[in-house]
């Protein structure tokens, strides 16, 4: 379980240290991150992260298309959860 939080720990300040730096990226008009790096990155566990990043940082929060694709996998993750803990998978 020790590793398990670490790793969550791990993937949610790689997000968040990611989502800042495309900002930063954006605003120098530089290369950015992939949106599908952050979704993957979210999808297996980063979902606070990227959340916290996009609130503190400002970023993404505009983009209806980003909006749409974190929602889901957000709404996916929420499922996911409830089913494991009514013991349903």
């Given at each position: 379980?020790?590793?398990?939080?670490?790793?969550?720990?791990?993937?949610?300040?790689?997000v968040?240290i990611?989502?800042?730096?495309d900002?930063?990226?954006?605003?120098?008009?530089?290369?950015?991150?992939?949106?599908?790096?952050?979704?993957?990155?979210?999808?297996?566990?980063?979902?606070?992260?990227?959340?916290t990043?996009?609130?503190f940082?400002?970023?993404?929060?505009?983009?209806?298309?980003?909006?749409?694709?974190?929602?889901?996998?957000?709404?996916?993750?929420?499922?996911?959860?409830?089913?494991?803990?009514?013991?349903?998978?």
């Amino acid at each position: 379980m020790e590793i398990f939080l670490l790793c969550f720990l791990f993937i949610n300040i790689i997000v968040f240290i990611l989502a800042g730096y495309d900002k930063y990226q954006a605003r120098k008009n530089k290369r950015r991150i992939p949106e599908n790096t952050l979704f993957f990155l979210q999808l297996i566990g980063g979902t606070p992260g990227l959340l916290t990043a996009m609130l503190f940082f400002r970023h993404k929060t505009s983009k209806t298309s980003f909006i749409v694709k974190f929602s889901l996998i957000f709404l996916l993750q929420g499922i996911l959860v409830y089913l494991y803990l009514t013991e349903k998978i």
